[in-house]
């Protein structure tokens, strides 16, 4: 199997399975090494390596002004027609989000339309969606999505979830029925070449609470824009892992793209760029006494905002050394994830990995800051592409739906690209 492999890329049907049945047995499990010792995997393996190699790819913009009652041709001669890009055709409107499962999905949904700031994007680069989770309500996110923006779409699966989710989402009312995580790309115009490439776990994923088969992957596609063909890539790097195991991640992807024709190229989502090594508890831990030496007040200012200073600068360095500007297209300095002491979802959801006896520290801490603390996890990065001339990479927060309930946990990124013609 290629990562181009024409037979992993197609409908939703890819995505049918009948694992869920196996899920009781698989919890039992301590381990990915034991499980994979077992006859139960052995037995399932094909399948599930099926869904976790599998992109799920259609074409579902359709031109302004055409009919609902098209043909089969015509609606096709439709999308070879897209609608003009709300920037002029010259100029690349691109928006990164990690939405959090798709969980306030009506929300999302009316932002996307409607905010200022997130409507009439050529390109989403989205992390975080559900195919068939209970606490998403069972939604296939990227599809709906992309019928109710009119936009064509890409989703890749990530995990195959054994159970509801972690923290608040493990008392979700309902069961799962695809059970299925992933991340995705959205773009007006034609995508060509769509493939993902797996980043290796940074932890076992059947060791703790939460269980899941699979891993992380970065999802690639060429896209025909009328200012010209770039390639776009939507990744989600490892939360649970160290610092040199994101790095790593990067590097994977960096060395996927020279094997590819040279385009420009447009790298984003979310990064997790915490500062912390949060492979397990302990390592978490010793990294939160460590800030404190360094003082709270000095990290919460100098260093979550901004991880390429110090913790994170290896991953940033080598990004430039391979010829991607990160300083230009990003808000740097400018937190996208909010932690506040009173969020008790947040702090539940902490409890899953954190012991007890740590939170009259972190509380302490971010009280030395006020209460609330934020870091930057989410980012661009391109090649041969700039900013368009009059604008400025963003940082959009207090996205929240009618109800003031938030859209997600992250803020969103968006960015006006060009791009870079040779002589440039």
Known sequence: MTANDARYTGPPSILDHDLNRHFPELLKFESTP???RSELYRQIRPEVEKILNAVVSEPLAVASGSSSTSSPKEAA???IQPPATGGGPEKIRALAWNIERGNR???IVDA?????KLKDKDLLLLTELDYGMARSKNRFIAQELA???NLNYAFAPVYVALQKGSGVESEMEGDNTRSIH????FSRFPMKNVH?????NGKDKMWGKEKRLGYLRALFADIEHPAGTFRAVTIHLDAHCSRAHRQKQIKIVLDHLDTLPKLPTL???DWNTTTFNSQNATRAILGYWRRVFMGPKNVAKNHLPNPERYFERNLFNLLEQRGYDYRSLNEVGVGTLHYHIESIEKNTNLRDWVPEWCFPFIFWAAGRVGGSVSGRLDWFAGRDVAIAAGTTPQTIGNLTDSEGVPLSDHDAIAVDLRILKATE
């Open 34 to 36: 034991e499980m994979e």
């Open 77 to 79: 001669d439709d999308r």
């Open 105 to 107: 999905f009506e929300g």
């Open 112 to 116: 996307l339309k409607n905010h200022e």
């Open 147 to 149: 019928r109710e923006l």
């Open 182 to 185: 992933g991340l995705a790309m």
């Open 196 to 200: 993902a490439v797996p980043l290796p």
């Open 267 to 269: 790298i984003g989502g």
